[in-house]
């Protein structure tokens, strides 16, 4: 280079003070080349750091960390295992279509020996009662052909009465339904009362049945009976109310007994109140 160009300052020569110089090696020993140390197990020699005057070591800058100079760095997001089954309410407990598998149906193919359970099964299916089931959107009701108040309740309601222990659809609703609507219809009271005697044995069976709901469907039955023929079920009461007294103390069933024993207090007298008191001492009459 010309002599011109070889121009040297202070600040050249501290420049030059401050970078270390590579070690050679020791004079007549030659140098081994980069690749024949690599094969000898040697690392290669690392790349020098650029010092500034101070002498401190230069941190090396990437595109990140000018990117994100000052700015904290965003959180990783967290891998989530498999989703876990949502809890269901205490509400629902079950899927409403498992109610409908509960209630049993008759068997239409069944043989006739064994397809009805009791004779308001044959009567009705042979059209003997002169209604059929509406089954509507929400809710089954009967259709009467004939008017209640101008049938016959003789044996008619006799026949209601012995289907109350029937557990299959149609004539489990079937028989409570019509038992009910008779007992409602106009002069359905006045129709009953020489009944009583004939229909009160009906009744007994259901509440004698260890299904709760043949239970409960007994229990309402004499409580509409007894709404219907007035004191005529007073010397019949003690075959019920005995029955009635062995469950009451389920929670469920309680309330509607209770209920069918002040109906016989209200519409039998006081000759009813002595018999419920008789079975049951721990009663409570409704006028005191």
């Keep these: 280079a010309p002599q011109s160009l070889r121009l040297s300052s202070p600040q050249t020569e501290e ?3 401050n970078i270390p110089l590579p070690k050679t090696s ?9 690749p024949a140390a690599r094969k000898e197990g040697s ?11 101070g002498g401190q070591p230069l941190k090396p800058t990437t595109a990140s960390s000018k990117v994100n100079r000052g700015k904290p ?21 079950e899927l409403p279509s498992s109610r409908l598998k509960s209630v049993k149906c008759a068997d239409p193919f069944a043989q006739k020996a064994t397809q009805f359970k009791t004779k308001f099964g044959s009567v009705f299916n042979a059209g003997g009662i002169p209604c059929r089931l509406g089954h509507g959107a929400v809710n089954v009701k009967l259709m009467w052909h004939k008017d209640p108040v101008m049938l016959d309740y003789d044996p008619l309601l006799v026949t209601c009465a012995e289907g109350l222990i029937e557990t299959e659809h149609p004539y489990a609703y079937a028989a409570r339904a019509c038992f009910e609507e008779l007992l409602e219809a106009e002069g359905g009271g006045e129709k ?3 009944l009583v005697s004939r229909i009160v044995p009906g009744i007994r069976a259901a509440l004698v049945s260890p ?5 409960e469907g007994g229990v309402v039955a004499a409580t509409q009976l007894s709404a219907a023929v007035g004191e005529e079920l007073n010397s019949h009461i003690h075959y ?12 469920a069933l309680a309330p509607k007994i209770l209920k069918a024993f002040q109906t016989f207090e209200e519409y039998g007298g006081p000759d009813a ?7 049951v001492p721990t009663y409570c009459s409704i006028y005191f």
């Design 15 to 17: 420049y030059r003070m």
């Design 192 to 194: 009953a009362m020489p």
């Design 211 to 215: 299904s709760k709901t043949t239970f």
């Design 273 to 279: 109140l002595k018999v419920i008191k008789t079975k």
């Design 240 to 251: 019920l109310v005995a029955q009635m007294n062995r469950k009451s103390s389920d929670k």
């Design 43 to 53: 690392s290669a020699p690392k790349p020098l750091s650029a010092r500034p005057l």
């Design 73 to 93: 760095e965003p959180e990783k997001p967290s891998v989530k295992g498999p989703a876990e089954p949502r809890s269901r309410p205490a509400g629902w407990s």
């Design 26 to 34: 020791a004079p007549g020993i030659r140098a081994q080349s980069a």
